[in-house]
């Protein structure tokens, strides 16, 4: 009597012959070694549409067969399925040529009919026993890598939450609640999404105009919370913020800290070379940095400090507008212009 394998007893396993004599040999040695899921198909066809329906764990495929042969079988199972599964070719067809085709199309293995019983069945074994191990490893690189997703995410939370906590500090002062770092991160992350930058593009300039602002820390309080206009001296000391920040996120590794870098020097330069700190105009300022000029613009005006009222939105927006192609990208104004006045529309049919 067979030995019979100890595993996988239960795996799917279908048998393709037009000759019943060969289905029934296969059928007696594969429930002799203790397999229990067995099916036939009579012809390629057949065989392909039942792989579609259940997608078996392994395949024993004649060659020359009605109306879709084993070689165009072959080929289609292989081109239709990713995951590894044997197909093992059973054939009268000796020649090294029809071995060779086989080989060439997919086949895993090829035996030849009328074919040893137990050979058969030890090739089936350990042929299961591949298709099985492949899987388990499959399943294992998936979670590892869902878990190396998972990690990675929770570590970007965790240095976002780092970035805001550290925004906050140089926001206390004139924003207790930290919120402006919060809003100009939101609406610089919405206008590089209208402006169709790619999302990883999108997330740096998002999180990286949390710390726009970071050179504040070293602004004396008598200057930064000041009621009234500035002196010339007390500008003079406002407008080192961005060299400030820049200083602070200098020689980072991490592509975040290097954007956040750039918006901290860039984000008061001006459109028409009149901005600081390094008088650039056009193109000449980062993306990033005009993004986030528009966005901090915004905000500031629209909400209200020691030293000043809140604008209105429309008001707001007109001021920007007003200074469209001087201080601001012109592009970038449009797109601001497109997505309040959405919200503006949206909220008055609320």
């Known amino acids: 009597m067979l030995h019979k394998a100890s595993e996988h007893l239960d795996s799917l396993i279908l048998m393709v012959d037009d000759a019943d004599a060969n289905l029934l040999f296969l059928r007696k040695a594969l429930e002799s070694a ?10 390629g066809e057949e065989a392909i549409d039942f792989c579609r329906e259940r997608q078996p764990d392994l395949v024993l495929l004649d060659l020359h067969m009605p ?17 590894f599964f044997p197909i093992l070719v059973f054939t009268a067809d000796t020649t090294s040529e029809a071995k060779r085709r086989a080989l ?13 019983l137990l050979e058969i069945c030890l090739r089936v074994k350990n042929f299961l026993q591949l298709r099985f191990l492949y899987q388990n490893e499959h399943t294992q690189r998936e979670e590892l890598e869902r878990r190396v997703q998972e990690r990675t995410r929770e570590l970007q939370e965790a240095h976002v939450e780092i970035l805001a906590r550290l925004a906050m500090t140089a926001e206390y002062r004139d924003d207790d609640t930290g919120e402006h770092t919060k809003r100009v991160s939101d609406m610089s992350g919405r206008l590089a999404t209208h402006l169709g930058l790619p999302q990883d593009e999108v997330s740096l300039i998002r999180y990286g105009a949390l710390l726009h602002d970071l ?10 919370l000041k009621h009234g206009p500035l002196s010339p001296e007390e500008m003079d000391v406002i407008r080192k913020h961005p060299e400030i920040g820049g200083r602070l996120l200098a020689n980072s590794k991490s592509p975040l800290l290097q954007k956040a870098q750039e918006i901290a020097l860039t984000h008061h330069e001006r459109w028409d070379g009149t901005g ?22 915004y ?42 006045s959405d919200e503006l529309l949206d909220s008055r049919a609320a």
């Open 34 to 43: 203790g397999y229990t899921n067995l099916h036939e198909a009579k012809n």
């Open 67 to 83: 109306r879709l042969d084993g070689f165009q079988a072959l080929e289609l199972l292989r081109n239709e399925r990713e995951d």
């Open 104 to 116: 060439n199309s997919g086949a895993t293995d090829f035996l030849t009919k009328p074919g040893d």
């Open 215 to 224: 050179g504040k820390v070293a602004i004396p309080d008598s200057i930064l």
């Open 276 to 297: 600081y700190p390094a008088g650039l105009s056009g193109e000449a300022i980062p993306l990033a940095g005009r993004v986030v000029s528009v966005a901090d613009v």
């Open 299 to 340: 905000d500031a005006l629209t909400s209200e400090r020691v030293y000043k009222k809140a604008f209105s939105a429309r008001d707001a927006l007109s001021e920007i507008v007003r200074c469209s192609g001087t201080q601001f990208d012109p592009k970038i104004v449009s797109a601001l212009l497109t997505l309040i």
